[in-house]
């Protein structure tokens, strides 16, 4: 499977970007051999629309599933419309490496809304 873990750096040792839209970097990991590629998320700069640029981005490389630490509702609308698996919650303790082994181990659920709730998603877009 491939999977998107929103990243503060370029490898698996990296530590999670807890804000999807403005995270640095995007992570596509393939989950059974951990190969991975590095997306630079170029929307990160930008005012408004940072978060529907991201998934678009996550979209063009196929991912199946985005694990972040929180998620504004236009990124997760697009990604959602897109059937692309969303969880939030990792922390921005949690590397991609570790990310990708509690996944495995089904220790993140699947999110149904994005975790900010309507509106602007605790004070960030994206």
């Not at 991975?36 to 981005?57: D, L, P, Y």
């Not at 490496?97 to 877009?125: D, I, L, N």
Request: aromatic share 8%; net charge neutral; charged share 20%.
């Amino acid at each position: 499977m491939k999977l998107c873990v929103s990243s503060t750096g370029k490898d698996l040792d990296s530590k999670v970007a807890e804000h999807f839209g403005r995270a640095p970097y995007f992570l596509i990991i393939d989950t059974d051999t951990m190969d991975f590629s590095v997306v630079e998320n170029t929307a990160q700069v930008t005012g408004r629309g940072a978060g529907i640029s991201a998934a678009q981005m996550i979209l063009d490389k196929s991912a199946a599933a985005v694990i972040t630490g929180r998620i504004g509702p236009h990124a997760f609308s697009a990604l959602e419309v897109a059937h692309v698996e969303i969880y939030e919650g990792a922390s921005g303790n949690d590397t991609g490496r570790a990310v990708v082994g509690k996944f495995k181990r089904g220790e993140y659920r699947e999110s149904v809304a994005p975790m900010g709730g309507p509106g602007r998603g605790r004070g960030f877009q994206g």
